[in-house]
């Protein structure tokens, strides 16, 4: 398919939405901030432009005094919890995770209230009490702690559920707009946008009041095709009668600010 047929393909499938009287609620959540950088102040402007809040993942014990300086001057750039060390802990063979059960449940609670605290101590009353686990991953055993540590909100990647056990208010990423396996370089857009089409059709099949779909993004990964995808995408879908620009504070609910 080429690109132009890919976006010939998302439109009408946006078109369907609207003709039935759906709406779809595009967020971004960006991963991996701890210092200001170029990259950035390019996702910082891009909010600007489109009015879009963005979830910022903050990995909190390498996170910088100085990104909670320019997070002053980027309102729509909302900061939450990514992790603690952003380290792997699972053995040799398995994927990575932070949040497995590697380790006993009560120093993994420990650890990620520390996190919480530190970034809590430099971001204020700006930070989101929302849980991003590294590469995705937490175990439900161990979301079904977050509530208890103060936490309202986790997210992780599209099949991601929590367990019997529950947890906080789950909004998960659908569109990774990075290919980790081939050089962590900018997924080509008619690829993406066909992998899109596909998550909205199937969604569109489902009686669910709310449509959050959820870009992640790397702005520290970010290449020429990957701004350009994203720029171009959230300028077209700008305006069209089937989606909504949402942000994290909505979709997590405004209380999950801290007081």
């Known amino acids: 398919m080429t690109e132009d047929a890919a976006w010939s393909a998302l439109f009408a499938e946006l078109d369907r939405w609207a003709h039935a009287g759906k709406r779809l609620e595009l967020w971004l959540r960006d991963d991996d901030a701890t210092e200001p950088s170029d990259q950035l102040d390019r996702l910082a402007d891009l909010a600007g432009r489109f009015t879009i809040p963005v979830l910022l993942a903050s990995i909190p014990l390498q996170a910088q005094e100085t ?60 930070f989101l009490s929302v849980f991003v686990p590294p590469w995705n991953r937490i175990h439900p055993e161990i979301a079904a702690e977050l509530p208890g540590l103060g ?7 599209r099949n991601f559920a929590l367990g019997p056990a529950g947890g906080p208010r789950l909004v998960n990423t659908d569109l990774d707009l990075i290919d980790w396996h081939h050089g962590r370089v900018g997924r080509q857009p008619d690829n993406l946008l066909a992998e899109m089409v596909q998550l909205l059709a199937d969604r569109q099949m489902k009686p669910q009041p709310r449509q959050p779909f959820g870009l992640l993004l790397h ?41």
């Open 151 to 157: 936490f309202a909100g986790l997210s992780c990647f």
């Open 219 to 259: 702005h520290h990964d970010h290449d020429s095709t990957t701004w350009s995808f994203l720029t171009n995408l959230l300028s077209r879908l700008s305006g069209h009668a089937a989606v909504a620009f949402s942000g994290p504070d909505t979709l997590f609910d405004a209380a999950t600010y801290l007081d």
């Open 67 to 126: 990104l909670a300086k320019r997070l002053e001057t980027a309102p729509l750039l909302l900061p939450c919890q990514h992790g603690t060390w952003h380290r792997n802990h699972a053995p040799t063979g398995e994927k990575k995770s932070e949040f497995g059960l590697h380790r006993p449940t009560a120093d993994i609670a420990a650890e990620i209230a520390a996190g919480r605290q530190r970034l809590r101590d430099l971001f204020g009353h700006s």
